[in-house]
T-cell receptor, first 113, second 115 residues
């Protein structure tokens, strides 16, 4: 089955700096790669996703890149703010509707004011 | 904004007892899921449910687990005889299905503590 590895496990950045989180996946059939943000005491919330027919996607201060050949994808957060502090999870899926997500281990991001 | 709601937020139970976790998915969604997260570990898929039947389940989802959609709104996870290792945060999720490639909306979770 699919295996998703995520690095780093913790990331501390100064407010205003950029944060980058990287994930690799094992199943070349995976075609959907979402990123979730989990704040303390809450469930994961989708922040951005990318499908395998696209190499890059951007939404304001966050962007995701996908390298299908190397089977890795990354989350980039620019101009970090204290409210970006949370745990971020990458995930991969090979199905369309009704998909089963395989999650990475999570990255705890701390943005220091 | 529509959201997935889960009850209870926290349940403490004795080993061997039955537990039912409840979820109300987003009303127009067709696919429903349970995931769990043991403290400090990855979020793990348990089961997906569509058209009133299980569409996929993981190896974790053994005979002690069952899911049900007893009415038009609730989606439940039952653990028949809880074990210590069932202690985890259980997340319910739903997705619209159709042409959308599976954006999952998660609830806030039910924390299960088995003593």
């Amino acid at each position: 089955g699919e295996n998703v590895e995520q690095h780093p496990s913790t990331l501390s950045v100064q407010e205003g700096d950029s944060a980058v989180i990287k994930c690799t996946y094992s199943d070349s059939a995976s075609n959907y790669f979402p990123w979730y943000k989990q704040e303390l005491g809450k469930g994961p919330q989708l922040i951005i996703d990318i499908r395998s027919n696209v190499g890059e996607k951007k939404d304001q201060r966050i962007a995701v890149t996908l390298n299908k050949t190397a089977k890795h994808f990354s989350l980039h957060i620019t101009e970090t703010q204290p409210e970006d502090s949370a745990v971020y999870f990458c995930a991969a899926s090979y199905k369309a509707a009704g998909n089963k997500l395989t999650f990475g281990g999570g990255t705890r991001v701390l943005v220091k004011p | 904004e529509p959201e997935v709601t889960q009850t209870p937020s926290h349940q403490v139970t004795q080993m061997g007892q039955e537990v039912i976790l409840r979820c109300v998915p987003i009303s127009n969604h067709l696919y429903f899921y349970w995931y769990r997260q043991i403290l400090g570990q990855k979020v793990e898929f348990l089961v997906s449910f569509y058209n009133n039947e299980i569409s996929e389940k993981s190896e974790i989802f053994d005979d002690q687990f069952s899911v049900e959609r007893p009415d038009g709104s609730n989606f439940t996870l039952k653990i028949r005889s809880t074990k210590l290792e069932d202690s985890a945060m259980y997340f319910c999720a739903s997705s619209e299905g159709g042409d959308r490639t599976g954006e999952l909306f998660f609830g806030e979770g039910s924390r299960l503590t088995v003593l």
